[in-house]
């Protein structure tokens, strides 16, 4: 079974932009979905960002026009482009796969820190 593996988080001054990558060890062309999640402190876990196997993707409304899922099926990776970062994007963030339409989220990476000063 593929596992997830997110690249480095780091920190980030408000206002910057930061790349973060999401590697699988295994095919992900046919999962059904793939998903950014975070969780900043003391707060429960949010969906971010989704992509599907067709390319559509869907956002939270705290991030809509500043981040950007996409998935390279070829190279088995899934991005997230964050621009404008604000503080309050600070978190861990997490991919997760949905590797079949029946199934709920039911792969996870290790999460990655991100943090955004002020």
């Known amino acids: 079974q593929a596992q997830l593996v997110e690249s480095e988080g780091g920190l980030v001054q408000a206002g910057g932009s930061l790349r973060l990558s999401c590697a699988a060890s295994g095919s992900i062309s046919r999962f059904y979905a793939m998903a950014w999640y975070r969780q900043a402190p003391g707060k429960q876990r949010e969906l971010v960002a989704t992509?599907?196997?067709?390319?559509?993707?869907n956002y939270a409304d705290s991030v809509k026009g500043r981040f950007t899922i996409s998935r390279d099926n070829a190279k088995n990776t899934v991005y997230l482009q964050m621009n404008s970062l604000k503080p309050e994007d600070t978190a861990v963030y997490y991919c997760?796969?949905?590797?079949?339409?029946?199934?709920?989220?039911?792969?996870w990476g290790q999460g990655t820190q991100v943090t955004v000063s002020s």
């Open positions: 992509v599907t196997s067709g390319g559509s993707s």
């Open positions: 997760a796969a949905r590797t079949a339409a029946f199934l709920l989220y039911d792969m």
